[in-house]
């Protein structure tokens, strides 16, 4: 399974940005994907998840920023952050997990500065 994730560039505070990131190889389904970022020296941390049912999980940091869906036939996982802050600057990676495995993407870098 390789995890391709898109959309991330430098936008300047107060903009938006979409995540998207799409699943390909061997799919039986996906439980759980979601979207982690890490800054350098600092552990990486959770942005927001979503079941296979719908059920999503946001960091408090991105609350009321952040929307995450996916699409189960598609087998991609969307990123919607807007409002954009200078401490939301980091490499973003998507996770899909499948039964015991779990897949990180390669992670594409968002960049607040004005």
């Known amino acids: 399974v390789q995890l391709q994730a898109s959309g991330g560039g430098l936008v300047e505070p107060g903009g938006s940005l979409r995540l998207s990131c799409a699943a390909s190889g061997t799919i039986f389904g996906f439980s759980t994907m979601g979207w982690y970022r890490q800054v350098p020296r600092k552990q990486r941390e959770l942005v927001a998840t979503i079941t296979r049912a719908g059920t999503t999980i946001y960091a408090d940091s991105v609350k009321g920023r952040a929307t995450i869906s996916r699409d189960n036939a598609k087998n991609t996982v969307v990123l919607q952050m807007n409002n954009l802050q200078r401490e939301d600057t980091a490499v973003y990676c998507c996770?899909?997990?499948?039964?015991?495995?779990?897949?990180w993407g390669q992670g594409t870098q968002v960049t607040v500065s004005s």
């Open positions: 996770r899909a997990d499948q039964a015991t495995n779990i897949y």
